[in-house]
């Protein structure tokens, strides 16, 4: 399984990198701030493999990095997707390393 820190995930916006970013928290976590990209809810995902990207890489985050991990485990497995990335820490090390505002 893939992994993405949040400077590496920050660099590639800035070079302006195709990549997409989904965001898989509950809708009361979406609502308390986010970095952008697809909401999808983790308990969702496997079912609407069709938003994902097969053709760019494909961040997925939550709030830690644990649910993110578990997803994108079970989508390389039972789906065989090879370009997902799990982003280290979540939207919480984003806020505490790159942007501190993004939460209320």
Known sequence: MKSINVQELNQWREENKPFQLIDIREIYEVEGGTIGGN????????SRTNELSKDIPVVLHCNSGRRSNAVVFALEHKFGFKNLYSLEGGISAWVAKIDH???K
């Open 101 to 103: 505002t993004v939460l």
């Open 39 to 46: 909401h999808i809810p983790m308990d969702e995902v496997l």
